[in-house]
Structure formats: C-alpha cells, structure tokens
C-alpha cells in the first residue's frame, strides 16, 4: 500500500528539483498501480477535509496566522492556477499535488522555519 510518507518523498523531491515534475507523476502514478485499486481504508471526500495552514511567531510564540481551508477549494485553486502558471509544463506539478492530497493522507505537509522574519509557517492535511 502506497503511504503518505512515501508521496511526501517523492513531492519533497519535485520541490527540491532533484527530479522533474513529470517524473513525479510518474513516480506516484507507480506507487498507485503497485498498491492496486482496493484499499482497506476508505477515502475521505475532500468536502470534509480540510488544509489548515499555521504561522507562529518564534519571537514571542504567538499564532499569527491560522487559516483553515476546505479541500474542495484547494482543489478548484490548483485547477485554475495551472491554467494560469505557464513555469508548470503541462500542469504536471499541480496534479501531483492534486493527487497527493485526494489520497487519504492527513498530518503535516509542510514545516518551514523563516530565520529572516522570525517565523515558523506549518501546512496540515486533516
């Protein structure tokens, strides 16, 4: 079965550009057919999913920003975006992103510390 640490590799490495947003897709869509189709989990909709994202100050500890977004709109936000991000060839970066995230993961995606401006900016799938 394919888990959502090995997707998080394969994107960490797209983002690292160590490989190309097509191989990734190729990569994921490998994983997909070696797990096969049934999954003894069932998938949860992206209507009650959501992608909650956190910014904290590392100053004084504060939340400055906490943004809960539901999956349906990250979803219909990636499909317009790679109509508008011409640097995405043929928007395969946005369906691999598209892909992972319609896959039952859930947890942290994203752990970004920003010495510059004191910040601490985390992205979870729930």
Same mark, same amino acid.
């Given at each position: 079965?394919?888990?959502?640490? @090995? #997707?998080?590799? %394969?994107?960490?490495? %797209?983002?690292?550009?160590? %490989?190309?947003?097509e191989e990734g897709a190729q990569?994921?869509?490998? $994983?997909?057919?070696?797990?096969?189709?049934?999954k003894a989990e069932p998938r949860r909709n992206l209507a009650s #999913?959501?992608?909650?994202? #956190?910014?904290?100050?590392?100053g004084s500890?504060?939340?400055?920003?906490?943004?809960?977004?539901?999956? #349906? $709109?990250?979803?219909?936000? $990636?499909?317009i975006a790679s109509q508008y991000?011409?640097?995405? @060839?043929?928007?395969?970066?946005m369906d691999a992103i598209k892909e992972a995230l319609s896959e039952n993961m859930s947890g942290k995606i994203v752990d970004v510390i920003d010495e510059e401006d004191g910040e601490h900016v985390e992205i979870f799938i729930e």
């Open positions: 079965m394919v888990t959502s640490e @090995e #997707r998080m590799k %394969i994107l960490k490495m %797209i983002s690292e550009e160590k %490989i190309t947003a990569l994921l869509t490998a $994983l997909s057919q070696r797990s096969g189709k049934n #999913r959501m992608l909650r994202v #956190r910014v904290t100050d590392m500890g504060k939340t400055k920003v906490h943004v809960n977004v539901p999956m #349906r $709109l990250v979803d219909a936000g $990636l499909s991000a011409p640097e995405m @060839e043929n928007g395969q970066m």
